[in-house]
């Protein structure tokens, strides 16, 4: 077999989309959605691998600012259409584009790569560590109530007009970005992209419908959402399907939760990615008929080390050597000082000084948005501490005082 891995042209779009809809089980790509993922794809950050004519596997990288602890937006480079053709598989194809897309990042500038994975145990060995993590809730709306605060009945809720749907949505949501670790700040097209919705995508509901909450003619958050009608012989038993829910202010979430929990002959709210700390579960009356659930979400990788690190805030004061393996990216192996003062400030160069944590790139890539601690990381045998103290110092400092999350996927 001679393949050949290289750069896509915009003339083989089609064809490359191809191999990754047969990867993903052969089924055609709507349309609509087939037409925006097309007006997406950076044809200069995505590669194809060919067998002859045929192209056998893919993978691209879109343009992304993806926030840290601390408010910032990082340059990060949003991995995304990753196929290897079942014909083709076991031959190292995967892990030669990985090689090659890391080493592009790195040109690029760019300290991050990010992904979400269809399957969590395939990017480990890249050095890609499980970030964020999602809930999603099943709400039986016929047994809890929510408990709403002061103000509420103030907000006013109306129907978004088509026009203003992705201003309105694209609005907030650009406010909510700098404070919540793992949220994309998108670049143009990708405001259209929450809002598509194909029929074949309903699954028996209703098209996607959109609310504005608003309070003295300012908005304040929007949620979109599809009903799914049904019914048995004792009558209506619909569900409500959240697609998209945000808001700049309690009362105005609350006002959204509540029209979700009132419209007429729904007996479930469903919303299927939120974050781990979403206030929701404090406005619930029974937390136990919520069918919780949690799942892996944002997939990172540290593609410079030490520009990732210093590119972050850090909660608490923190000064420790790190020993960090990484044999997929070289450049970041070694023994590295990390230092910050707890108020934004941080530095990470290499050091000849003793090593106090050891830990590989992957753990490095878990910790770094602040959703999973280094503490649990060592209780599991992934960081090991070799000066005492150090792990509970890097642990606090490397913490978020909010969740990370991926609000929406890529």
């Given at each position: 077999m001679t393949t050949e891995l290289r750069v896509l042209r915009?003339?083989?779009?089609?064809?490359?989309?191809?191999?990754?809809?047969?990867?993903?089980?052969?089924?055609?790509?709507?349309?609509?959605e087939r037409a925006q993922d097309e007006a997406l794809t950076e044809h200069a950050r995505s590669l194809g691998i060919w067998d002859g004519p045929d192209p056998v596997a893919t993978a691209g990288a879109f343009t992304f600012r993806v926030t840290v602890p601390g408010g910032r937006a990082v340059p990060a480079a949003g991995v995304t259409m990753v196929s290897v053709a079942a014909t083709h598989r076991r031959r190292g194809l995967l892990t030669s584009m990985m090689r090659r897309q890391l080493d592009d990042v790195r040109s690029w500038g760019e300290p991050l790569a990010v992904l979400t994975a269809s399957e969590p145990a395939i990017y480990g060995r890249?050095?890609?560590?499980?970030?964020?993590?999602?809930?999603?809730?099943?709400?039986?709306?016929a047994?809890?109530?929510?408990?709403?605060?002061?103000?509420?009945?103030?907000?006013?809720?109306?129907?978004?007009?088509?026009?203003?749907?992705?201003?309105?949505?694209?609005?907030?949501?650009?406010?909510?970005?700098?404070g919540r670790p793992g949220t994309p700040a998108h670049g143009p097209g990708w405001d259209r992209a929450p809002l598509l919705d194909?029929?074949?995508?309903?699954?028996?509901?209703?098209?996607?419908?959109?609310?504005?909450?608003?309070?003295?003619g300012v908005l304040l958050g929007y949620v979109t959402f599809r009903t799914v009608p049904d019914w048995d012989?004792?009558?209506?038993?619909?569900?409500?399907?959240?697609?998209?829910?945000?808001?700049?202010?309690?009362?105005?979430?609350?006002?959204?939760?509540?029209?979700?929990?009132?419209i007429d002959l729904m007996s479930t709210v469903e919303a299927r990615n939120r974050p781990l700390d979403d206030a929701v579960l404090h406005l619930v009356s029974d937390v136990r008929r919520c069918?919780?659930?949690?799942?892996?979400?944002?997939?990172?990788?540290?593609?410079?080390?030490?520009?990732?690190?210093?590119?972050?805030s850090y909660r608490a004061p923190v000064d420790v050597a790190l020993e960090v393996e990484d044999?997929?990216?070289?450049?970041?192996?070694?023994?590295?000082?990390?230092?910050?003062d707890g108020?934004?400030?941080?530095?990470?160069?290499?050091?000849?000084?003793?090593?106090?944590?050891?830990l590989s790139v992957r753990e490095l890539a878990s910790a770094y948005l602040g959703g999973v601690s280094l503490m649990s990381l060592a209780a599991a045998g992934r960081v090991r501490e070799l000066r005492p103290g150090a792990l509970e110092e890097a642990s606090a400092a490397f913490s978020s005082a909010v969740e990370p999350w991926l609000p929406r996927g890529f």
């Open positions: 915009p003339e083989e779009w089609n064809q490359w989309f191809g191999c990754l809809e047969r990867a993903f089980g052969g089924v055609e790509t709507p349309p609509q890249f050095g890609y560590g499980a970030a964020t993590r999602q809930m999603s809730l099943s709400i039986d709306t047994r809890v109530r929510l408990d709403v605060p002061p103000g509420t009945d103030a907000v006013v809720l109306r129907h978004a007009r088509p026009e203003e749907r992705v201003a309105a949505c694209e609005s907030v949501y650009a406010r909510l970005v700098p194909p029929p074949a995508a309903r699954q028996g509901g209703s098209p996607l419908q959109c609310v504005l909450a608003e309070r003295d012989a004792s009558g209506p038993k619909g569900r409500v399907v959240v697609n998209d829910l945000g808001a700049l202010d309690p009362v105005a979430y609350a006002a959204l939760w509540r029209f979700l929990f009132s069918a919780i659930r949690v799942r892996d979400s944002l997939y990172v990788r540290l593609v410079e080390l030490g520009a990732a690190l210093e590119a972050r044999a997929f990216c070289p450049w970041n192996a070694g023994r590295w000082r990390l230092r910050a108020e934004g400030d941080a530095s990470c160069v290499r050091t000849d000084a003793p090593a106090e944590l050891a």
